[in-house]
């Protein structure tokens, strides 16, 4: 490493780990956690030693004294020598710092005593009452040593030596020793900091390699999640060098596998056979007796037959229908040149398709051999029937508010109608089918973007409660023409989204609208506005006609419209369901329905609250 | 892995939602297969929720892709993202599918 890198380096402690760096940290604060406890478990009890040890030497220099105190005492009283006896006693107890030194004779006087003014005799009395020699007590109480002696006088009584002193060793007296384990723990402690820094800067590449290993593990991730990245150590750098050259050879290896895999088919086939599969096409070939010569890759598809199920076999046995068998004779058996085109539909709830086998003789004027063109014409004749299906629904939806408004304006202007209330509820009447109008062409109009992929949001705060309460006012008349309640829970406030606000409103208008539609007089339809996980969740409730298990399957397709009877009696695109999903999924939502025939339906919609409107 | 599956008129579109790998990969491909043989071929995969693909679930689509090669048809791929792109390049399979920038734009292929 550079000078100039360690001098780059941040200095401990660093404000933020790196990648991989947990596992030093992690290592490095159990070794300050041991080293802490060994030092602290090491002083205390080295601490209690040499406490106790000390508490032994100050008893048995207090035994000491007192024996030969006692001794010594007795002597100089028995030669009546009380005023060098009382000095020894005053002395001893300084020297020796005695809590408390006295002597008291039998009788209970004080005749000697450490603190003088706590004699109660001045003179040692020639006999005292009491005769009773104790025993020698040793007694010791929370650090204080009491020792009592007896002292027999000789000639005149006895008497008894008292002697109390601590014991105790004061915390101060450790001072030193606590001094010198901090010193060393402190010492420890940096010794294991430059320790620390030592093996982060060692070992931190292999902790973040670990991780990188683990994460790749967990993750099921993109190898390029082992690549470490924010360190040059030599460590870091080969790992990289060994990831990159792993995932060179992986590359090297998969190309290698899959170009021998997409090499290796059917290299005994001619260019021209490659060629024919590869036509989008079905192409087959038959005889003059209606056996199939030549079969191509699309043409066993279509027809649903392995290609050695279909060679040799008669085209009218294969084919399963009459009359593609009648339409082959007819073009080998005439020498017209005609090509002869037959659609066959096979479609059955959503499987099957709709072919067009084209058929025409081989070469023009001869009677034989036939070519059979297979074409798959199913996604056109679905995009027709829906166009034709919505060219006739729009029609009907254009021409029904049409015819209205032309009624009504002609009542108004060539009756010159003068009654005030019949020209209000004619101009009712125009002004509402022009708005159903407007709903259809706007329906028509979103459609053609969302199918030409053009369709663009504006984004703007839209407030969800405002829009319900429009919808309130918009659809109170029709819900009372079918005698339907209509019930709005909504909470008390409700968060606004990001979104276009007239494609939000296009959407929920179908819902209630088609709500409204679908249920019969008398019914009831709820909106439950509520908010879950950062999420708006409205429940559009009705207990209407309901939706059959086959029909919800296409409930959202467009101009998708149920096969109920009673839907074909109400006017509708079949558009409004497609466009409300379309435009909630365009603002990153969703829309699910629950439904049971003559029961009800629910469609759920949820909207993130930070809609990712695009 | 989760699989959804939605037809577009005609054409059954099949969405994986996560990591294709080999974990998920041969039943992606069972699907798949089913899908095209009940709709002739008109089977778009919609990659768009697939973050990543590793070599077993490259095998898979490379497999798929040949099986309707075989029938003059190709798997179409809507809504390719970055990392998938990324790996269909540096493997050089991105030959063998076709792209469309969404469903709707590969369905309208079938027109």
């Known amino acids: 490493m550079k000078p100039a890198d360690i001098m780059n380096k941040p200095w401990w402690p660093s404000s933020k780990l790196l990648r991989g760096e947990s596992v030093i940290a992690t290592i490095g604060l159990a070794l300050a956690a041991i080293l802490l406890a060994v030092m602290g478990g090491t002083a205390y009890w080295t601490l209690k030693v040499h406490r106790s040890t000390l508490e032994d030497n100050r008893t048995e220099q ?48 004080v005749v000697a005593n450490a603190d003088a003014s706590r004699v109660t005799t001045s003179v040692l009395p020639d006999s005292w009452e009491g005769s009773e020699v104790a025993e020698s007590q040793v007694q010791t109480d929370d650090g204080f040593l009491s020792l009592s002696y007896p002292l027999v006088i000789s000639g005149r009584g006895n008497a008894r030596l008292e002697i109390a002193a601590s014991i105790k060793s004061e915390l101060s007296h450790f001072a030193d020793a606590q001094a010198g384990v901090g010193i060393i723990g402190a010492v420890a402690l940096i010794a294991l900091l430059f320790v620390y820094r030592h093996m982060r800067s060692r070992f931190g590449t292999l902790g973040m390699i670990r991780e990188a290993l683990l994460t790749y593990m967990a993750e099921d991730a993109d190898p390029s999640t ?19 050259e792993n995932a060179r050879l992986k590359k090297q290896v998969l190309s290698r596998h899959i170009e021998e895999f997409i090499q290796s088919p059917a290299k005994e086939d001619s260019k021209l056979d490659i060629a024919v599969d590869e036509m989008w096409h079905g192409l087959i070939l038959v005889d003059n007796q209606c056996k199939i010569t030549y079969v191509n890759g699309a043409a066993a598809a279509y027809l649903s037959k392995p290609i050695k199920e279909i060679l040799g076999y008669s085209f ?6 009459p009359k593609l068998g009648q339409a082959l004779n007819e073009v080998i058996s005439t020498s017209g040149g005609n090509r002869v085109a037959v659609e066959l539909d096979t479609r059955d709830d959503g499987a099957g398709a709709v072919l067009r086998f084209t058929m025409r003789p081989l070469r023009r004027g001869d009677k034989g051999a036939a070519v059979i063109i297979i074409e798959d014409v199913t996604q056109q004749r679905v995009a027709d029937e829906s166009r034709s299906a919505f060219v006739t629904q729009v029609t009907h939806e254009l021409r029904a508010p049409l015819t209205n408004i032309r009624l009504c304006a002609e009542t108004v202007i060539d009756d010159n109608e003068s009654d005030p209330q019949t020209r209000e509820q004619c101009l009712n009447v125009i002004n509402q089918e022009a708005m159903r109008l407007e709903r259809v062409v706007n329906d028509m109009l979103s459609v053609a973007e969302i199918e030409a992929g053009s369709i663009e949001l504006k984004r703007d705060e839209v407030k969800i409660e405002a829009l319900f309460e429009e919808m309130k006012i918009d659809y ?28 939000l409103a296009l959407a929920l208008h179908n819902l209630l609208s088609n709500a409204i539609k679908y249920t019969t007089d008398g019914g009831a339809i709820t909106i439950n506005v509520d908010v879950e996980d950062n999420k708006i969740v409205m429940d ?15 409930i959202f397709e467009r101009f998708s419209r149920a096969k109920d009877p009673r839907v074909a009696k109400i006017t509708g695109s079949g558009l409004g369901l497609s466009l409300a999903r379309e435009i909630i999924r365009l603002h990153g939502g969703d829309i699910k329905v629950q439904s049971q025939l003559d029961k009800g339906s629910t469609f759920s919609v949820s909207l993130p609250v930070q809609s990712k409107a695009a | 892995m989760e699989i959804e599956e939605h037809n577009y008129g005609a054409v059954a579109v099949i969405k994986p939602i996560g990591a294709l790998t080999v974990a998920d990969a041969d039943s992606l491909k069972a699907q798949m297969l089913d899908v095209r043989t009940k709709s ?19 095998e898979v689509l490379v497999e798929v892709a040949r099986e309707m090669t075989r029938t003059g048809q190709t798997l179409k791929l809507a809504g390719l993202t970055e990392v998938l792109d990324e790996v269909l390049k540096l493997t050089g399979l991105n030959s063998s599918f076709e ?13």
């Open chain 1, 476 to 503: 109170a008349a029709q819900a009372d023409a079918k005698n339907t309640s209509m019930e709005f829970n909504l909470p008390p406030k409700l968060p606004s989204l990001q979104g276009d606000r007239e494609k």
């Open chain 1, 62 to 109: 207090i035994e000491s004294v007192g024996s030969v105190l006692a001794e010594t005492i007795a002597s100089l009283m028995s030669a009546n020598e009380l005023s060098v006896a009382r000095k020894l006693l005053a002395d001893s107890a300084r020297s020796f710092d005695l809590e408390r030194c006295r002597v008291l004779l039998a009788d209970g006087q």
């Open chain 1, 226 to 244: 082992l690549v470490i990245k924010g360190t040059k150590r030599a460590e870091a750098e080969a790992w990289n060098a060994f990831v990159q």
């Open chain 2, 99 to 111: 792209y469309f920038e969404d469903v709707n734009a590969a369905v309208r292929s079938f027109l």
């Open chain 1, 316 to 321: 009218a046995e294969i084919a399963g229908d």
């Open chain 2, 40 to 58: 002739l071929g008109r089977i778009v995969l919609d990659v768009t929720a697939v973050p990543f693909v590793d070599s077993r679930g490259l």
């Open chain 1, 540 to 554: 559009f409730i009705d207990n209407g006609i309901g939706i059959s298990d086959e029909d919800l399957k296409r």
